[in-house]
Nanobody
Framework: QVQLVESGGGLVQPGGSLRLSCAAS????????IGWFRQAPGKEREGVSC????????YYTDSVKGRFTITRDNARNTVYLEMNSLKPEDTAVYYC??????????????????????WGKGTLVTVSS
């Protein structure tokens, strides 16, 4: 069965850290560009961080630069999003998605224009004291 499964979300205090995981089954993540997206209540889906296929170039939206890190572990067929110095405005459902052909930076910057090949069901991150 082809699927992406996110994990690692939860409740964290401002300034805290979380590591999200995006595990793939039924296909090999290495051949895909991977994106982490988030959607807060009442807001549009936003591209947070994305990593290219083949050479692992990365993109971060401005609001998370210096705080979030995206990495890929091909042996585990998993992509991670390390999130540090979390802020209340980071609260959202976080989704990972994979696409075989589209440019990673394009689907990160303009997620509304890309359907993506596979989506996970999301994991909730709540940053609150």
């Amino acid at each position: 069965q082809v699927q992406l499964v996110e994990s690692g979300g939860g409740l964290v205090q401002p300034g805290g850290s979380l590591r999200l995981s995006c595990a793939a089954s039924g296909f090999t993540l290495d051949y895909y560009g991977i994106g982490w997206f988030r959607q807060a209540p009442g807001k549009e889906r936003e591209g947070v961080s994305c990593i290219s296929r083949n050479d692992d170039r990365t993109y971060y939206t401005d609001s998370v630069k210096g705080r979030f890190t995206i990495t890929r572990d091909n042996a585990r067929n998993t992509v991670y999003l390390e999130m540090n110095s979390l802020k209340p405005e980071d609260t959202a459902v976080y989704y990972c998605a994979a696409d075989r052909h589209a440019d990673y930076e394009a689907f990160c910057r303009y997620p509304a224009y890309y359907t993506m090949d596979y989506w996970g069901k999301g994991t909730l991150v709540t940053v609150s004291s």
